[in-house]
């Protein structure tokens, strides 16, 4: 069982950063494949990022590949996303999920473990 919790959420400028921790706990966090994923009301869960169990590969949308880095640290068991450059396209509430399974899925059924999520908003 892995329990998630998201912070690091506000209101920015268009243009600027922001980071995004997913504070983890449970035995499972080490084995798990972990990512971002972001929710407008009236759309579907849309993928950001994601990032395998041990860290060496990680898988980004099109949308903010290059902008967006994703990393963890399985001693301390934060996954964290920056957020650079953010832009109209980016507010939404970002929720951090995991999946006792290898491969980084790009759909929220892949995954089992949810946080409640944390809010960006981007002004303009």
């Known amino acids: 069982q892995v329990w998630l919790v998201e912070s690091g959420g506000g209101l920015v400028q268009a243009g600027d950063s922001l980071r995004l921790s997913c504070a983890a706990s449970g035995r499972g966090f080490g084995a798990a494949t972990m990512a971002w994923f972001r929710h407008v009301p009236g759309k579907g869960r849309e993928f950001v990022a994601g990032i395998s169990a041990p860290g060496t590969y990680t898988n980004y949308s099109s949308a903010v590949q290059g902008r967006f880095t994703i990393s963890r640290d399985n001693a301390k068991k934060p996954v964290d996303i920056q957020m650079n450059n953010l832009n109209s396209e980016d507010p939404a509430v970002y929720s951090c999920?995991?999946?006792?399974?290898?491969?980084?899925?790009?759909?929220?059924?892949?995954?089992?473990?949810w946080g409640r999520g944390t809010q960006v908003t981007v002004s303009s």
């Open positions: 999920a995991g999946s006792p399974f290898i491969t980084i899925s790009f759909g929220p059924d892949g995954y089992q473990y």
